[in-house]
């Protein structure tokens, strides 16, 4: 059984913001040129849960209105590489058909050695450098079952955040 930390664990680590990365583009309703419900869903969860434990949530998905307000390549890329530079803790969907942009996000977390939790979908086959990604970085991983409600995850992200952050802290002596 998993025990979901309480939020006094994660002050006690000093952990107050996080990023949060995921697939975008694909998620486009060509239509609309925004997210559908179902596809913002994991999102919205996620950073709903976050913000309830104190956490300050950065997401480009939020912050660009679901693709109402789409920026520009010269725009969110820099924004973004600054965002994960500052944030404590670096939480992904790394996407299946892999998201593009997140692969850059996952290279730039482990290049600044931020405790890292990924989101795997059970039976898919990621790429060589995340399923080794914790041979050079600080990365929990959390599997969830295709078509699942994310939500039902929620202790088991709570328990991966929080032996990421401990790992991490433990091997770099910060406190
Ligand atoms: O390649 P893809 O669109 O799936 O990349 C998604 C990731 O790139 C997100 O985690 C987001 O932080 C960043 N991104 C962004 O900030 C991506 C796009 C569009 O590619 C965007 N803003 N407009």
């Not at 107050?16 to 309703?29: K, N, T, Y």
């Not at 999102?43 to 300050?56: Q, S, T």
């Not at 998201?99 to 086959?125: N, Q």
Request: hydrophobic share 40%.
């Amino acid at each position: 059984m998993t025990i979901a930390p309480s939020t006094d664990q994660l002050c006690g680590l000093d952990v107050s913001s996080l990023f949060l990365a995921g697939p975008f583009i694909q998620l486009l309703d060509p239509a609309t040129g925004e997210m559908p419900e179902h596809a913002r869903a994991p999102f919205d969860v996620l950073i709903r849960h976050f913000e309830a434990r104190g956490l300050a949530v950065h997401n480009a998905h939020r912050r660009e209105a679901w693709g109402a307000e789409l920026m520009r390549p010269d725009q969110c890329t820099g924004l973004d590489q600054d965002e994960i530079r500052k944030a404590d803790v670096f939480v992904a969907l790394p996407g299946f058909p892999a998201s593009p942009g997140t692969h850059i996000e996952m290279g730039w977390a482990s290049a600044f050695d931020k405790p890292i939790v990924l989101m795997l979908e059970e039976g898919r086959e990621y790429t060589f450098l995340v399923q080794g990604l914790h041979t050079v970085a600080t990365v929990e991983y959390v599997e969830y079952a295709q078509g699942r409600d994310i939500a039902e995850y929620l202790p088991e992200v709570d328990a991966a955040l929080l032996r990421a952050v401990s790992r991490h802290r433990e091997r770099t002596g910060k406190v």
